[in-house]
Each structure stands twice: as C-alpha cells, then as structure tokens.
C-alpha cells in the first residue's frame, strides 16, 4: 500500500516556476516506479513524466521536455517535480502515482499506476 500527497501547486504567471512535492507513506514507495500526470478541464488525464526507482531513469512528454524536471528522495519518501518557464496551457490539476508492479522501464500510461494521490491545482496566468 502507498498513500501519497501531493503539494506545492498554485497560481503563477506564465514564465515562472513552481515545485510540487509528493510525499508517500507504506514501504512500496522505494520500489515504485512514480508518475506525475495532469488534467485540464474538459480534458482527459495525461501523462506528464515518470522515474524509476532508483531515480535513474526519467521520461518526459514532449510537451514538457526542457522545462519540467522529477526527481525523487528515496529517504525522504518523497518525489518532486519542478516545473520551469511555465506556460498558460501547463494549468491543470498535477497528480502524482505509484507504479508498483512494473519491473524496469517506467510506464506512461495511467492504468499501469494503482496508487494516486488526491491532486493538487497549477494555474498559469497570462
């Protein structure tokens, strides 16, 4: 089992940046794959970025590649994803999840994740 809570969202202007944090409890964590994914209004759930572990693998959307960066403190049970240059198509609701059952390669999409936190909301203004 893996509760996580996510924190750190907010209201920012286009161009800023933000830090959301993730914070697990249950001993899954350290062998879970995490996942940070977003939904817009209107729009269905997407994946946003994963990283393995160990922290040694990451993957991106596109959409975000060169801007937002995960990470994780195993020690701290703990995964943050910092987004930079943020822009007014980044608002969405920011979840974070927990891949428990996949064996290597991290995963994007969201029915391979079995553990979601509440979600926490990013507005990008204009």
């Known amino acids: 089992q893996v509760q996580l809570v996510e924190s750190g969202g907010g209201l920012v202007q286009a161009g800023g940046s933000l830090r959301l944090s993730c914070v697990a409890s249950g001993r899954a964590f350290s062998s879970s794959n995490m996942g940070w994914f977003r939904q817009a209004p209107g729009k269905e759930r997407e994946f946003v970025t994963a990283?393995?572990?160990?922290?040694?693998?990451?993957y991106y959307a596109d959409s975000v590649k060169g801007r937002f960066t995960i990470s994780r403190d195993n020690a701290k049970n703990t995964v943050y994803l910092q987004m930079n240059s943020l822009k007014p198509e980044d608002t969405a609701v920011y979840y974070c999840?927990?891949?428990?059952?996949?064996?290597?390669?991290?995963?994007?999409?969201?029915?391979?994740?079995?553990?979601w936190g509440q979600g926490t909301q990013v507005t990008v203004s204009s």
């Open positions: 999840a927990a891949d428990s059952t996949s064996w290597g390669m991290v995963r994007t999409r969201s029915h391979d994740y079995d553990y």
């Open positions: 990283i393995s572990r160990r922290g040694a693998g990451t």
